[in-house]
């Protein structure tokens, strides 16, 4: 019997879930061979990155190193990217790896597979803005969070010289606009203790601009509502119904011709698949560059192809598209895993089914607010403050649970607080 050979790309909460589940109930099997491939050496999970970006969360703490995960779980990692994929000859090209001089120290390589797996995830999508490319920060990987945060760190540090203004514009008022509103007035407040005496919250102008009439627009009311009256008291600058046409240097000009001036430019609205997909002119790939799937996750008309999470578009009994939040990627990896196993066993897949569970959002380290789907009577109910707050840690929890099984991950999150107690409250550099 030929061994089997899974590749996966994409190390984000769907792709690394998945390869963590099949390289611990297939690593130890010579008939089954499993890669993650990703360009990246560690994984933060997504709804983290404005942490990161903040310097509430360090990565050598939170992340988690690829090699030595798979090590640990039965899978392999291969660092690249992703650059070309041809279904005819069950292959895919990886771009060559560059140093941080710019020297190619890997060149393009093929690996071939059995079975694919893309889970590339979603990016920020700018609709085309003049300008938003150029001056915006995408808030969707961690090597846009590191940049955010080098350059907060060096706004903080003039800051505190000349007691200028320090104006962040953030475009998008969905959960990672919001998150990182409210973030950046706890790191104001906390720098203090670390030598920026001159420093004060009203140093600090932050504007979040966001098309729809509400912060939070998938949102229940009553959530967004809340979400508002707490960044409105943070003394966040909310602009609602206010389209962005142009980003300049200054800051963002809106449809009426307004500017809203800002030094660090953050554009948080909308998601899209990866732009690598332009190339994959032998897949499905939708306007808006995500790849058609079925029910089962199956890329349509290619065989032995699968895509999930925010980089596929799956659409519902409903009619409607999974939406692109991490408790469905969650979810997408864990039906995979099981169809992938009832495969290797020529039993037929099962679809996909969405449980929405709700929603929760940060605000800020002590709080948070959001709806919880209920499971003894129909609709749902809001929660917030503190108990809202230890719901938002416990789906980390779950996260890391996916990707370590639940003790290991009890252990590891430990550890992890008794890193953090030692350090620094903010990373500083």
Excluded at 145 to 165: C, P, S
Excluded at 280 to 291: D, E, M, S
Excluded at 371 to 382: H, I, K, T, V
Aim: glycine residues 8%; contains cysteine.
């Amino acid at each position: 019997m030929m061994q089997q050979r899974i590749v996966i790309v994409g190390g984000g909460a769907a792709g690394l879930a998945l390869a963590s589940k099949l390289g611990r109930k297939f690593g130890n099997n010579p008939l089954v061979d499993i890669s993650l491939i990703d360009k990246n050496t560690v994984h933060i999970w997504k709804p983290k990155l404005h942490e990161v970006a903040v310097g509430v969360i360090d990565q050598s703490i939170e992340g988690v190193q690829y090699r030595d995960h798979g090590l640990k779980n039965g899978y392999r990692y291969v660092r690249g990217e992703i650059a070309q994929c041809d279904p005819q000859t069950k292959s895919i090209q990886l771009a060559p790896v560059s140093n941080d001089e710019g020297e190619e120290i890997i060149a393009a390589r093929h690996i071939e597979y059995d079975t694919l797996v893309l889970a590339l995830g979603g990016v920020s999508n700018s609709f085309n803005t003049p300008g938003a490319e150029k001056h915006c920060i995408f808030l969707d990987s961690l090597d846009s969070a590191n940049l955010f945060h080098h350059k907060l760190m060096d706004a903080l540090l003039q800051l505190n010289e000349t007691q200028d203004q320090l104006g962040i514009g953030i475009v998008g008022a969905g959960a990672t606009g919001v998150e990182l509103a409210a973030e950046l007035h706890h790191v104001i407040e906390s720098v203090k203790e670390y030598g920026y005496q001159n420093i004060s919250k009203d140093h600090l102008d932050i504007n979040l601009i966001e098309a729809s009439n509400k912060i939070l627009p998938q949102l229940p009311e009553q959530v967004s509502a809340r979400a508002q009256t707490v960044l409105s008291k943070l003394g966040v600058k909310l602009h609602l119904g206010v389209q962005v046409k142009e980003v300049t240097k200054e800051g963002f000009v809106t449809a009426t011709g307004d500017v809203i001036k800002a030094n660090i430019k953050v554009w948080a609205a909308g998601v899209k698949g990866p732009k690598v997909f332009e190339n994959f002119t032998q897949l499905p790939v939708t306007p808006r560059n995500q790849i058609d799937v079925d029910e089962c996750m199956r890329v349509k008309g290619i065989a032995d192809i699968y895509a999930l999470g925010d980089c596929a578009q799956l659409i519902l009994p409903s009619g409607k598209p999974v939406p692109p939040r991490a408790q469905a990627a969650a979810q997408m990896a864990d039906r995979l895993y099981a169809n992938l196993c009832l495969k290797m066993k020529s039993q037929p897949e099962k679809p996909f089914e969405y449980k929405d569970y709700g929603s929760l959002v940060s605000l800020s380290r002590f709080s948070a607010v959001g709806n919880l789907m209920g499971n003894l009577r129909s609709g749902d109910f809001f929660v917030e403050g503190h108990v809202a707050r230890l719901m938002y840690i416990s789906l980390y929890q779950r996260h890391l649970a996916s990707l370590y099984g639940w003790f290991s991950a009890s252990v590891y999150r430990v550890a992890q607080k008794l890193l953090r107690w030692q350090r620094p409250k903010l990373k500083l550099h």
